[in-house]
C-alpha cells in the first residue's frame, strides 16, 4: 500500500497525499520522484524539442531566458499568480500591495471592540487608568463572543482573542503602558476620541501582519504566507467560499506547510484534521477573524466564509493581478 508521503503511483511526479490519495487514478510506469532542479531541466528540454544543446554558455544563457520566461508565468497553484509575483507578495507585501490610508467601512476587528468597550465603560482617554477594569473586559468579552465566527469558541478561546486584541492595540502604540499605568497614546487620543475608527484600522492590520505572531504553534508556520492569505480573500470577490476551498489553495500553494504540521507517524485521522484545525484557528481566527476581514462563517462540516467588503477598499493589488481573480 502507498504511504501518505510516497510518490504516487500514478507516474504524476506528485506526493500520494496530494495526488491521487482522495481521488484514485490509473497508475502509469513506475518512476522516482523528480527534485525541482531535475524536473526543470526537464522542461527546458521538453521546450528545446530536437534543437542542439551547443556550447555552455549558450546552453547558460538559454537556460537563463528559460528560467527568467517561466518565472512571469501564471501557475494554477498560486491562483493565476506568476512565481515572480509570488516572491513579491511573500518578501516585500507592503512595497508591492497599496494599503490605504483609512476605510470608509470599518470591519468589525475585535481591538477595535475591545477599545470601544473600554471608552463605554467610561475610560478617559487622556487619563492614565491602572490594571483594566472587569466591566469593560466583560463588555468586551461579550462582544467577541456574539461575533458569528467565536460563537462556537469555549470561554478559553473567547478569552485568548480578547487578550490577543488588546495586545494588538497596544503593539500598535494606540494604547501605550507607562509605570503599570495604562493609557491612550497622545499620538491617537484625538482619533480615539471621535471614534475615527476608520483611520486606524489600517494600523492595526499592518501591526498584526508584521509586528505579531498569530500562528499555530510554531509561529513560523503561517506568518510568512499572510500575504497569499489575504490574496485568496481577494480572489473569493466577496462570494461564500466554502473552507475546504481556502485550505486546498493554501496546501497546493506551500505544501511544505503541510509536511510540517503532519507527522508520517501520526494516526491518519489526526493527520487528516490538523492541517485543516491549523489553517481554521491560525489564519481564520487569529488574522482574519481578528480583523474582521472574515464578514461571515458558517457552522456545517463545511463551513462558509464571506470576505468582508472593506477588504476591496483597504487592499489594492498591482495592475494585472486582477485577472487572476476572474
Known sequence: MTKRNEPCPCGSGRKYKYCCLHNPKMPSAPHEELGPAALLWNAFKE????????????????????????????????????PDEMHALQHNFFGTVHVADRVATVPPALPLLVLEALLEAGMDTEEPFD??????LDLALERIASTMLCQDLDEDGQVHLLDMAFLVLRTAGIVRRDDDRFSI???????????DYGSLYPLLFQTLSEE????????????????????????????????????QQFYDAFPMVFDDLVDDEEDDTIAEL?????????????YWGMLGLVEEIGTADDALLRPHSAL???????????????
Open 47 to 82: 521546450a528545446k524539442g530536437d534543437a542542439p544543446l551547443g556550447s555552455i554558455e549558450k546552453l547558460n544563457e538559454e537556460l537563463g531566458a528559460f528560467v527568467t520566461a517561466r518565472n512571469t508565468q501564471p501557475l494554477d497553484d498560486f491562483l493565476g499568480l506568476s
Open 274 to 286: 490538523l492541517p485543516i484545525v491549523a489553517y481554521f484557528i491560525s489564519v481564520v481566527v487569529n
Open 312 to 326: 476591496q477598499e483597504l487592499l489594492a493589488f498591482p495592475d494585472g493581478w486582477e485577472k487572476s481573480s476572474l
Open 185 to 195: 497614546d497622545p499620538q491617537y487620543s484625538e482619533q480615539v476620541q471621535r471614534r
Open 131 to 136: 490594571e483594566l477594569p472587569d466591566a469593560p
Open 212 to 247: 505579531m505572531k498569530w500562528g499555530f504553534s510554531t509561529p513560523a508556520v503561517f506568518e510568512p504566507f499572510f500575504g497569499f492569505t489575504l490574496f485568496q480573500l481577494h480572489h473569493a470577490q466577496g462570494a461564500d467560499t466554502p473552507l475546504s476551498t481556502f485550505l
